[in-house]
C-alpha cells in the first residue's frame, strides 16, 4: 500500500521546487534576452562572412565606439578604439578600452567581458599568459579560443589586458578584445 505523503510536506516541497525554478530562470537569460544580447558574437563565430554584413560600429551618446547587430548595440560597447580588415577571405576586429587611471577598473573590464563573453561563447576563454613584459609593455592576462566551423578556417578570439609603462609616469591600462578567421 503506498505511503500519503501528508499535505503540509507536500506543499513544503511545492514550495521549494517553486523557489528553485525561479532561483534557475533569473540566473540564466531567457533565449530571446541571449540571443539578442550575442548577437554580434554569434554573426562573429559564424562559420562564414554572411552574418557580418548586419555589424556596424557606431558612437553611442558618450562619444564612445560600440558594434552593432541590426543597428542595435549588445556586448562591445563603450570602446575607445575599434579596428576593422574585411578582405573578401579574412576578417579581423579588434576594439580597445582605455583606462589611463586604473588598474581596478581595467580588471574589472576583461572579468566582465570575460563573464559575458562565456555566456555567448561555444568555448570558454582560457588564461594563456600571466605577467609577460616586453620592454615597457606588460601583458597581465591573455584569454584565448579558437572556435571550429563548419568550413575550414576557425575564429581565434582574444582578450587581453596590457599595461604600458613609462619612466616617471604612471601605468596605463589597456584591455583589448580580437576577432579573427
Not at 558618450?62 to 574585411?86: F, N, P, V, W
Not at 576557425?154 to 579573427?180: A, C, E
Request: charged share 25%; aromatic share 6%; proline share 4%.
Amino acid at each position: 500500500m503506498a505511503q500519503l505523503i501528508p499535505p503540509a510536506k507536500v506543499a513544503a516541497r511545492q514550495a521549494i521546487m517553486r523557489a528553485a525554478a525561479i532561483a534557475l530562470a533569473l540566473a540564466l537569460p531567457t533565449t530571446a534576452y541571449a540571443r539578442n544580447d550575442c548577437a554580434s558574437i554569434d554573426a562573429l563565430l559564424a562559420p562564414d562572412n554572411s552574418k557580418l554584413r548586419h555589424l556596424s560600429v557606431g558612437f553611442d551618446r558618450a562619444g564612445l565606439l560600440e558594434l552593432r547587430h541590426r543597428g542595435k548595440a549588445d556586448l562591445i560597447a563603450g570602446a575607445s578604439d575599434c579596428e576593422l580588415s574585411l578582405p573578401r577571405t579574412y576578417f579581423e576586429i579588434g576594439c580597445s578600452w582605455d583606462f589611463d587611471t586604473g588598474e581596478a577598473a581595467s580588471r574589472e573590464k576583461i572579468e566582465e567581458l570575460r563573464l559575458e563573453m562565456a555566456r555567448c561563447m561555444p568555448v570558454l576563454l582560457v588564461d594563456t599568459v600571466r605577467e609577460s613584459a616586453v620592454d615597457r609593455l606588460i601583458i597581465e592576462h591573455d584569454y584565448g579560443a579558437t572556435i571550429e566551423t563548419t568550413e575550414s578556417e576557425d575564429v581565434d578570439v582574444s582578450l587581453q589586458l596590457f599595461q604600458y609603462t613609462r619612466d616617471n609616469s604612471p601605468s596605463h591600462f589597456k584591455v583589448h578584445l580580437t576577432f579573427s578567421r
